[in-house]
Nanobody
Framework: QVQLVESGGGLVQPGGSLRLSCAAS????????MAWYRQAPGKQRELVAS???????KCADSVKGRFTVSRDNAKNTGYLQMNSLKPEDTAMYYC???????????WGQGTQVTVSS
């Protein structure tokens, strides 16, 4: 099985930065796309950013210019650099990856990001 473990969340003041990491381990043959989602209390889970195995990236309009998604294929690790954080970025952030091993889509346990003064 493939496991995803997120890290890097925490409490930060508005305008601050955090870097989330998502490390894949286990029976990995190949990881294709990786993505970051977030879910705030009472809201639906939303896609924040994604990156293909070739390095093509997409970001939600709400985070463009502030968040950057990247990955290190050799380490099977994805990253989400979050700058100029706003209170509305407060949410549980989840990593998702698509791979060649069943069940082909994997989720991490989430890491909490809280932006507050």
């Amino acid at each position: 099985q493939v496991q995803l473990v997120e890290s890097g969340g925490g409490l930060v003041q508005p305008g601050g930065s955090l870097r989330l990491s998502c490390a894949a381990s286990g029976s990995i043959f190949r990881i294709y796309a990786m993505a970051w989602y977030r879910q705030a209390p009472g809201k639906q889970r939303e896609l924040v950013a994604s990156i293909t195995d070739g390095g093509s990236t997409k970001c939600a309009d709400s985070v463009k210019g502030r968040f950057t998604v990247s990955r290190d294929n050799a380490k099977n690790t994805g990253y989400l650099q979050m700058n100029s954080l706003k209170p509305e970025d407060t949410a549980m952030y989840y990593c998702n990856a698509e791979g060649s091993m069943w069940p082909y889509s994997y989720w991490g346990q989430g890491t909490q990001v809280t932006v507050s003064s």
